[in-house]
Nanobody, 122 residues
C-alpha cells in the first residue's frame, strides 16, 4: 500500500484544515487506516483511525469533538477534518495503514505516508 498525505498548512487558532490520504496499491477493505502526529523529540501520537470495511471510527481524547475521520471509497482516500485547531495541534501528521493489530499503536502499522505539517498559530 502506498500512501500520500496532503493538506497541511499554517492556520490560526480556531481555524480548520482537512488532511487527505490517498492510497494505492491494494484494496483497503481489510485494513484500518490511521492518523498519527509527531512533534520533535516525541513519539508518534495516535489521533484517529477508521476501519475501512466497516466504517468504524476511533478518536484520541485530545481531539474528540474537534476532528472527523472519513473515507471516500471511490477515490480510495481518507480524510481528517480538523476544526477548532489549537496551537498544541501543531505537528507533522502521518497517515498509515494497518493490516492487523490494535489501531492505537503506531508500531502495528505497516505502511506510512510521508507526513504533512500542520502549524497552528496563537
Amino acid at each position: 500500500v502506498q500512501l500520500q498525505a496532503s493538506g497541511g498548512g499554517l492556520v490560526q487558532a480556531g481555524g480548520s484544515l482537512r488532511l487527505s490520504c490517498a492510497a494505492s496499491g491494494r484494496t483497503l477493505n481489510n485494513y484500518a487506516m490511521g492518523w498519527f502526529r509527531q512533534t520533535p523529540g516525541k513519539e508518534r501520537e495516535f489521533v484517529s483511525a477508521l476501519r475501512w470495511g466497516s466504517g468504524s471510527t476511533y478518536y484520541a481524547d485530545s481531539v474528540k469533538g474537534r476532528v472527523t475521520i472519513s473515507r471516500d471509497n471511490a477515490k480510495n482516500t481518507m480524510y481528517l477534518q480538523m476544526n477548532g485547531l489549537k496551537p498544541e495541534d501543531t505537528a507533522v501528521y502521518y497517515c498509515a495503514a494497518l493490516a492487523e493489530g490494535t489501531y492505537y499503536y503506531a508500531s502495528n502499522y505497516a505502511y506510512w505516508g510521508q507526513g504533512t505539517l500542520v502549524t497552528v498559530s496563537s
